[in-house]
């Protein structure tokens, strides 16, 4: 691909300009049970729910895939993207939106030249500015930090502080996402720090009052 034809701020879902409030990224449970797309369904009549990544893990490939084909539908009839993770092969199978890519998921570039100019490609960055700085020069749509509070969805080793969200916005037009033990109780100094999304897994999909109740506490917070 030209470097010029590519213009990361047109068209995108994860454009700061054109989605100017705070929104939610749900990342999927890590396995796919029959009963999810009827929980995702409750998930996204909660609220306003932005993009949904399907991230199973230990899983073989075309468990991804009949998952996502069996979301795909669901996702598209309430206008919320479809992001994979770590794998652009199985997003672009999947005619998905768009990949996450932690640091060993592959390139950026290599991403691109599989799902096009118009996908969305998200960077996991943990608490590095340097990390985050080369994947916005490498073309990504938005970059990550976290954890930022303690999770058991994953092992983590790296604690950014909220102003590293702050540092991002003031430096560059390019979305970040927020990820890591977030809840609607907690999320709060991330929102005002400057996140553009809030990644959440556990805090909606193990909720008391359920997903739709998960979501529907976060758009109260979103909202004001
Ligand atoms: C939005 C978002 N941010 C960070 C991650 C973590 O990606 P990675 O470091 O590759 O770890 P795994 O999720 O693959 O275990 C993410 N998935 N999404
Ligand atoms: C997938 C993931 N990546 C993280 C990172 O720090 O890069 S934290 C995390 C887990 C997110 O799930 P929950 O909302 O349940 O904590
Ligand atoms: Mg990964």
Redesign the pocket.
């Known amino acids: 691909m030209d470097e010029d034809d590519f213009d990361p701020e047109f068209g995108s879902r994860f454009e700061r300009e054109r989605r100017p409030a705070c929104q939610l ?1 749900l ?1 999927s449970p890590p396995r796919f049970d029959p009963g999810f797309p009827e929980k995702l369904k409750a998930a996204l009549d909660g609220g306003e729910v932005a993009a949904f ?1 399907l ?1 199973l ?1 230990d899983v073989e490939d075309f468990e991804v895939i009949r998952a996502g084909e069996v979301l795909k539908p669901i996702l598209a009839a309430y206008d919320v993207a479809l992001i994979v ?2 794998r652009a092969d199985l997003a672009a199978q999947l005619g998905a939106d768009g990949v ?6 592959g390139s950026v570039e290599a991403a691109r030249k599989l799902l096009g100019k118009e996908a969305q490609i ?1 960077v ?1 960055c943990h608490d590095s500015r340097h990390l985050a700085m080369d994947a916005a020069e490498a073309g990504a749509n938005y970059v ?1 930090f ?1 954890a930022f509070f303690p999770t058991t969805t ?1 092992e983590t080793t790296h604690r950014p502080d909220p102003s590293i969200l702050g540092w991002w916005t003031t430096l560059s037009p390019l979305p970040c ?1 927020a ?1 890591g033990g977030i809840t609607a109780a907690n999320a709060a100094p991330l929102v005002a720090a400057g996140a553009d999304f809030l ?1 959440v897994s556990n805090a909606v999909w193990g909720h008391a009052q359920g997903p739709g109740g998960a979501v529907a506490e976060f758009g109260k917070l979103l909202s004001v």
């Open positions: 990224y990342i990544q991230r893990k993770n770590d996450h890519l932690g640091q060993g998921d998200g996991t990550a976290g994953k996402v990820i990644a």
